[in-house]
């Protein structure tokens, strides 16, 4: 039958425990959820300055929906880009200091836009091994195009300048995430970028997990590193996140802004987020950029937690930022946590390979300026005890 071989792949993916399931919220995201009857303490989502339900901003999208109707109707090219879009797009070039910047629906199309519309033939991408899914998918997409791919070490800079100083590529593009997602450390964005200007690189950096949350006023990694919005530098920066709503942006100078809407393909052939989107998250940019009270509040949650972990068997990775991540390292083990957890009121999501290589299977605690001082204390409590 024309699903044998299906059922036989899935039956592999459970018998390894990797079988991946939804869980269905009978509540807004926020610091608490509802699933099943049950009401926990949410560390699974990354709501990291607790905007997704920001009272506010959801009324700004009610009113924008009104005003402006249910959808775009079609691609930004075509007759999609209303005044909320361009209004929006100029908001977060002002707010991220480089001249331009495109809005897509997803972090991933927007990633998909702009390394395989850079790198073609006689070309060569350069890509962290750790990178996310998408800049992965876009790397392949690079690889169609002709372009040679290479990926090195994690963090790994000389290794890069090695591969980077041996290429006789055309044109070069580096490509990495700034906060890295299972993992929650930083890229050496400086080292990179200085290796970027010593061999004339383009530098892709995806900041889903930095905007919003480090830097002054949370303008994100490059801030945060006092990086300037270099002519080499392409950023992207996802507004689901810290934002709390949805969709994507791409930071760049006037002239590459210009040929990813003339050729990024993703962007091209993609109908337009509704333009109650763009009215919400004008809102929450507003909220980000006078947000320093929510990302103290987060840190220092994150300080409470790592503090109180510190004397745990497992191990809990050196990361600065929301992500927290416990290695568990078997796959079943990590799933009984998080299921003991569950037991206990509180949500710790278990991520397991391919997320992660094999044998760090960990919990994922992501951590919130919704949560409070007592909701740490009640999580470092339990994983002493469970662990």
């Given amino acids: 039958m024309i699903e044998d071989r299906l059922n036989t792949e899935l039956a592999e993916i459970a018998s390894a425990g990797l079988t991946r399931r939804r869980r269905v919220l009978e509540t807004p995201c926020g610091r608490m959820a509802t699933v099943d009857g049950t009401n926990l303490l949410n560390f699974a989502s990354n709501d990291y300055l607790g905007l997704a339900g920001n009272a506010d901003i959801a009324r700004v999208l009610a009113d924008g929906a009104l005003q402006w109707g249910a959808g775009s109707g079609a691609s930004h090219l075509v007759s999609g880009h209303l005044v909320p879009h361009e209004v929006l797009e100029k908001e977060i070039a002002d707010f991220t200091g480089f001249p331009r910047t495109l809005t897509f629906s997803t972090g991933y199309l927007a990633n998909l836009a702009v390394t395989p519309t850079l790198a073609g033939r ?70 990179i970028f200085a290796l970027a200007e010593r061999y004339d690189a383009w ?40 934002a709390g709503v949805g969709g994507a942006f791409v930071a760049g100078s006037e002239t590459a802004i210009e040929y990813l809407l003339q050729k990024g393909r993703s962007y091209i052939f993609t109908t337009a987020q509704p333009p109650a989107i763009a009215c919400a998250l004008a809102k ?27 004397g745990l068997p497992l ?3 050196p990361s600065p930022t929301a992500i927290q991540p416990l290695i568990v390292g078997d796959n079943d083990a990590a799933v009984a946590l998080s299921k003991a957890l569950w037991e206990r009121g509180m949500w710790v999501p278990a991520i397991r390979p391919p997320t992660v290589p094999k044998g760090t299977a960990r919990l994922r605690i992501s951590v919130s300026a919704a949560h409070t001082e007592a909701d740490i204390a009640q999580l470092i409590a339990a994983l002493k005890e469970l662990a």
């Fill in 122 to 191: 006689g070309d060569a991408v350069f890509a962290d091994k750790l990178n996310h899914a998408s800049l992965i998918d876009a790397m392949q997409l690079a690889k169609a195009n002709g372009a040679e791919v290479q990926r090195y070490p994690h963090n790994d800079v000389a290794a890069l300048e090695k591969m980077l100083a041996a290429s006789t590529a055309a044109h070069k593009i580096i490509v990495t995430d700034a906060v890295f997602s299972m993992d929650g450390d930083l890229a050496p964005l400086p080292l």
């Fill in 203 to 242: 530098l892709v950096i995806d900041d889903a997990h930095g905007f919003g949350v480090l830097g002054p006023h949370g303008k994100g990694s490059l801030g945060h590193f006092n990086l300037p919005a270099s002519p080499r530098i392409l950023l992207m920066g996802t507004l689901g996140k810290a």
């Fill in 284 to 310: 929450s940019l507003q909220l980000i950029r006078d947000g320093d009270a929510l990302r103290a509040n987060l840190m220092a949650c994150i300080g409470q937690l790592r503090e109180g972990l510190a």
């Fill in 315 to 317: 191990k809990l990775l």
